[in-house]
């Protein structure tokens, strides 16, 4: 017979024993006692401690495993703080809860407004043993009860400790934090100086970002859930038949959320449905037609939680900035399709921006602006001379002069294009760069602003300003097209440490077309970011997951 793995588990009295591989036992690990009830309360301290002793064996020997079957955020942080303690409660005393304990209680319970996901922070277990402590008179006398909260108490302020200064989400490529860590002493420490100044919130919050654009996003959510607590609505077809009946379910929809009002008696015609989803459509910012269509349903279909999500996962992405931003920066949302200049923490410069498809996305970066060029040329970049232009161009050679465009050989000499033989040209044989010259009907436009990066992107004008009317902005290859090009150019050139040029000498030389690069001597750090969520003027400002980052992210904090 060959060889099996059986997994088996037996219960031997209050502990269990994992048989793997034909017999071998792992360590044994004992559940903690779920009940202890103590007939003299002066007595329930020292059996808690005792309870408390037991189950950080039990985590131990769980590989970590908390009695809810949540993981423990560090364990030997636990333990080092416990042990400091002597086991000692440090939650509640002869019985009686410590304030501090309703204060985290709420906060796990409101967890969802700073981000965060309430199970992740033992939640459901506090809550039903909160529950038990006020219904059932013999849980205030249950040391196993007392112990078990005092426990994940402590795990699940560490864990928020964490969450709320680093993230949730694990350091990626543009993290620009220096720490990404606390030691066991830092746990240990918050912890202890929470409880012995009794203010567990106070330290918490301490913890949290403190740019603009968090408390925003946060003041946002507190407004969103206070205005839509008591509202629940109905989930709309995204495919249906009777075109009638769909346009009844819409109107009761809007009706649900606030955003039809039919009090006054009155029969929904067109023009009222109309206006009601245009409500809906400004307040979630969505293009305002009227028309409850795919992208307007799928919007009407989610809940409170979705939306309170998609904006807490935001402020997970502001805890992976640093404490403290430079006094001035560029910053670019990416989905928000928005340019902003910070200068002193004002915004100093908006623009609305063009950025790339899903599948030629804008990369999320950090780096500084060196220098902007006027009337640029356009080196062509390879993905598109492959895929969009030599297919055109062995059609009709003409295509080139359509398009402004030269082909410079290896020496950087233009080459005669009806000399070439374009079909024996591929991917693997291309000695050309296409080159588009410089003028009004560049691809750049006027202005190109460079800064360091390996993807080969910039910021630049474009010779189709109408695009800048979509709502929709995701049509680039990449590279950012930027609408106010000659204000962020007259900002650059304004700031203290670029003294060597004058606005009126960049207009002067914009209306005689000279080709001029302005160097930046001063570095201004750009950060290309991707937020789907914004608070502004105490409400919350949407933008759709154009490249599905906000999945991964759930998915990474679990939510």
């Given amino acids: 017979m060959k060889n099996r793995i059986f997994i088996i588990s037996l219960l031997c009295g209050s502990g269990v024993y994992m048989l793997l591989a034909c017999g071998h036992s792992k360590k044994k690990y004992t559940a903690p006692k779920q009940k202890q009830i103590v007939t003299n309360i002066r007595q329930l301290d020292e059996v808690v401690t005792e309870s408390i002793a037991e189950r950080l064996t039990a985590i131990k020997d769980n590989e970590g495993l908390m009695e809810d079957s949540t993981p423990a955020f560090r364990p030997q942080a636990i333990r080092d703080f416990y042990e400091e303690n002597r086991n000692a409660s440090q939650w509640s005393h002869d019985g009686v809860i410590k304030p501090a304990a309703d204060s985290l209680l709420e906060l796990i319970r409101q967890a969802d407004d700073m981000g965060l996901m309430p199970a992740q922070y033992h939640a459901p277990a506090l809550t039903a043993a909160w529950y038990q402590l006020t219904n059932d008179p013999s849980a205030k006398k249950d040391a196993a009860l007392w112990a078990k909260i005092d426990v994940m108490m402590t795990d699940a302020f560490m864990r928020m400790a964490s969450d709320l200064h680093f993230g949730v989400a694990p350091r990626d490529s543009i993290t620009l934090r220096t720490d990404s860590v606390f030691t066991e002493t830092d746990l240990t420490g918050k912890l202890k100086q929470a409880l012995q100044e009794n203010n567990v919130t106070g330290a918490l919050h301490q913890l949290e970002p403190v740019h603009p654009g968090y408390l925003a996003l946060k003041e946002g959510i507190r407004a969103f859930k206070e205005k839509y607590a008591a509202y629940h609505w109905d989930t709309l077809p995204l495919n249906y038949t009777d075109t009638t009946g769909f346009k009844q379910l819409v109107a009761n929809r809007l009706v649900q959320s606030g955003h039809l009002d039919t009090s ?74 928005t340019l902003r200049v910070i200068d002193s923490g004002e915004i100093r410069l908006e623009s609305k921006v063009i950025v790339g498809t899903p599948r030629t996305r804008t990369p999320l ?97 474009t010779n189709n300003r109408g695009l800048f009317k979509n709502s929709m902005r995701a049509m680039s290859h990449g590279c950012v097209r930027v609408q106010e090009w000659d204000s962020l150019s007259q900002y650059l050139v304004h700031t203290p440490d670029s003294s060597n040029h004058r606005g009126d000498s960049v207009h002067a030389w914009i209306v005689r077309e000279e080709q001029r690069q302005v160097d930046l001597p001063a570095r201004i750090p750009i950060y290309l970011r991707y937020f789907t969520a914004e608070g502004h003027d105490g409400k919350l400002v949407f933008y759709d997951d154009i490249y599905g980052e906000d999945k991964v992210l759930r998915k990474l904090m679990k939510f």
């Fill in 365 to 461: 970066l950090n780096s500084y602006m060196t220098n902007f060029v006027m009337f640029p040329y356009w080196r062509v970049p390879y993905s598109i001379v492959f895929k969009e232009m030599l297919p055109a161009i062995r059609k009709n050679v003409n295509y080139l002069a359509n398009k402004n465009l030269e082909v410079i050989d290896r020496s950087g000499n233009a080459v005669d294009p009806s000399t070439i033989d374009w079909n024996k040209l591929s991917k693997t044989y291309f000695p050309y760069v296409l080159r588009q010259m410089d003028g009004v009907d560049n691809s750049l436009g006027i202005m190109k602003f460079n800064f360091r990066n390996k993807y080969s992107v910039y910021l630049h004008d």
């Fill in 264 to 337: 006054g008696g009155q029969q929904v015609d067109t023009s009222m449905l109309k206006t009601g989803i245009k409500a809906f459509q400004k307040e979630f910012n969505i293009y305002s037609d009227g028309v409850a269509g795919r992208r307007t349903v799928m919007a009407m279909n989610k809940s409170v939680h979705d939306w309170v999500v998609q904006a807490g996962l935001n402020l997970d992405r502001w805890r992976k900035l640093p404490d403290t931003m430079p006094s001035r920066y560029i910053m670019v949302n990416v989905p928000g399709y």
